[in-house]
């Protein structure tokens, strides 16, 4: 038999809905495969189940996690094997079910069960802070948050961190997400340093507002595989940063100068 | 003279605007003070100087707020409260 791991599960999270989760979970659990890890994605938001689309899996689906719980098939035959991947896998939500179907006591007991197999359990949470979310952190070690730079999501995201903290899962990290350099440049766009400042969190991470993330959704490939994309770069970075090691940010400002403007700073100068 | 900038500079930074907006409601979401039971502090308060005080009801701003205190790392909650004073009572009658 082999021998039991004991995996870290990472619950990703925003209390906002649409700000980038579901592609965040997909690209920070083929990220960590594509290092070796043995990885599992979790779609915990039951009814609107999206995970399988986002990662191009969505016709392999037979069995889904309200399954496993209800015992209706073994853990092993809902886990869904990765196109690309050997060690990754995604367990579903149910999509004609609702979130009364888990209880926070099932999902500690099935999070705990995919640790034994493998180093990291990555969980796609749903939008809000009710049953959904209250199930999707009970088996987490730790907490990543997502967030873009409006004001609605930095709400909610220190909304959420004070719920994690409340429910013991503490030192949550940042994600900020779709970053416009051109618009931070301008003064149109909270900058990073503003929403830590306000946060007071870690960062793990931070990603540009990028065509190939939309690109690659469409596609049903990760944007993490796609050595060009910047935002591809920038999970990597996020990834590396999870398995511990230390990598600088990216530097967004670089390239945010538009042809146009470098064009018309060549012709009326500084 | 930056070209760009004659047109747009006269405006204030939406991302200030943004910042200063968000530090506000974040205030009161971290407070769990209702507004409720701010108003119940207000009237109080009031009841109180007015028995000194000739004030500006209208004027009054009372919130809770995050203060860093020195020896202190995480910042602490603080009531403040802004009574504007019209005229001092005199204390003879």
Not at chain 1, 49 to 58: K, P, Q, S, T
Not at chain 1, 88 to 96: E, H, I, N
Not at chain 2, 3 to 16: G, L, P
Not at chain 2, 28 to 39: I, Y
């Given at each position: 038999?082999?021998?039991?791991?004991?995996?870290?599960?990472?619950?990703?999270t925003?209390?906002?809905g649409?700000?980038g989760?579901t592609?965040t979970s997909?690209?920070?659990g083929?990220g960590?495969?594509r290092l070796?890890?043995?990885?599992?994605?979790?779609?915990?938001?039951?009814?609107?189940?999206n995970?399988?689309?986002?990662m191009g899996?969505?016709?392999?689906?037979?069995?889904?996690?309200?399954d496993v719980v209800?015992?209706?098939?073994?853990?092993k035959?809902?886990?869904?094997k990765d196109?690309?991947?050997?060690?990754?896998?995604?367990?579903?939500a149910?999509?004609?079910?609702?979130k009364?179907?888990?209880?926070p006591k099932?999902m500690v007991?099935l999070?705990n069960e995919?640790?034994?197999?493998?180093?990291?359990?990555?969980i796609d949470?749903p939008?809000?802070?009710?049953?959904?979310?209250q199930?999707?952190?009970a088996?987490?070690?730790?907490g990543i948050?997502?967030?873009t730079?409006?004001?609605?999501?930095?709400?909610d995201?220190?909304?959420?961190?004070?719920?994690?903290?409340?429910?013991?899962?503490?030192?949550p990290?940042?994600?900020?997400?779709?970053?416009?350099?051109?618009?931070?440049?301008?003064?149109?766009?909270?900058?990073?340093?503003?929403?830590?400042?306000?946060?007071?969190?870690?960062?793990v991470?931070?990603?540009?507002?990028d065509?190939s993330?939309?690109?690659?959704?469409?596609?049903?490939?990760?944007?993490?595989?796609d050595?060009k994309?910047?935002?591809?770069?920038?999970?990597?970075?996020?990834?590396q940063?999870?398995?511990?090691?230390?990598?600088?940010f990216?530097?967004?400002e670089?390239?945010?100068?538009?042809?146009f403007?470098k064009?018309?700073?060549?012709?009326f100068?500084? | 003279?930056d070209?760009f900038?004659?047109f747009?500079?006269?405006?204030?930074?939406s991302?200030?605007v943004a910042?200063?907006?968000?530090?506000?409601?974040?205030?009161?979401?971290?407070?769990?003070?209702?507004?409720r039971f701010?108003?119940m502090?207000?009237?109080?308060i009031?009841?109180v100087?007015s028995k000194y005080?000739?004030?500006?009801?209208s004027e009054?701003?009372i919130k809770?707020t995050?203060?860093k205190?020195?020896?202190n790392k995480?910042?602490?909650s603080?009531?403040?409260?802004?009574?504007p004073?019209v005229n001092?009572?005199?204390?003879k009658k």
């Amino acid at each position: 038999m082999a021998k039991e791991k004991m995996g870290t599960a990472i619950v990703i999270t925003s209390g906002k809905g649409g700000v980038g989760k579901t592609t965040t979970s997909a690209n920070i659990g083929t990220g960590l495969a594509r290092l070796g890890y043995s990885v599992v994605v979790l779609d915990a938001d039951i009814g609107l189940r999206n995970l399988d689309v986002v990662m191009g899996l969505e016709n392999r689906i037979v069995y889904d996690i309200v399954d496993v719980v209800e015992k209706n098939c073994k853990l092993k035959q809902a886990l869904i094997k990765d196109k690309r991947h050997d060690k990754l896998y995604l367990l579903p939500a149910a999509q004609t079910r609702d979130k009364t179907a888990v209880s926070p006591k099932q999902m500690v007991e099935l999070v705990n069960e995919l640790k034994k197999n493998h180093d990291y359990v990555i969980i796609d949470s749903p939008a809000g802070i009710e049953q959904g979310f209250q199930y999707s952190i009970a088996g987490a070690d730790r907490g990543i948050i997502v967030t873009t730079p409006e004001i609605s999501a930095v709400r909610d995201a220190d909304r959420v961190i004070g719920i994690l903290e409340a429910n013991e899962l503490h030192d949550p990290e940042l994600i900020i997400n779709r970053i416009r350099p051109d618009m931070v440049k301008r003064g149109d766009m909270m900058t990073i340093e503003d929403i830590i400042d306000i946060l007071a969190i870690d960062l793990v991470g931070i990603v540009p507002d990028d065509e190939s993330i939309v690109i690659s959704t469409n596609k049903g490939e990760p944007v993490v595989m796609d050595d060009k994309s910047l935002a591809g770069k920038a999970y990597r970075n996020i990834v590396q940063r999870i398995t511990g090691e230390e990598v600088e940010f990216l530097n967004l400002e670089e390239d945010s100068e538009s042809k146009f403007s470098k064009v018309l700073k060549l012709i009326f100068g500084k | 003279m930056d070209f760009f900038k004659m047109f747009t500079r006269k405006k204030e930074n939406s991302k200030n605007v943004a910042k200063e907006r968000l530090k506000l409601v974040l205030v009161h979401d971290r407070s769990d003070l209702s507004p409720r039971f701010l108003e119940m502090i207000k009237g109080d308060i009031v009841k109180v100087i007015s028995k000194y005080a000739e004030i500006d009801e209208s004027e009054i701003e009372i919130k809770m707020t995050k203060m860093k205190k020195e020896g202190n790392k995480s910042p602490v909650s603080a009531l403040v409260a802004n009574i504007p004073i019209v005229n001092i009572k005199d204390k003879k009658k």
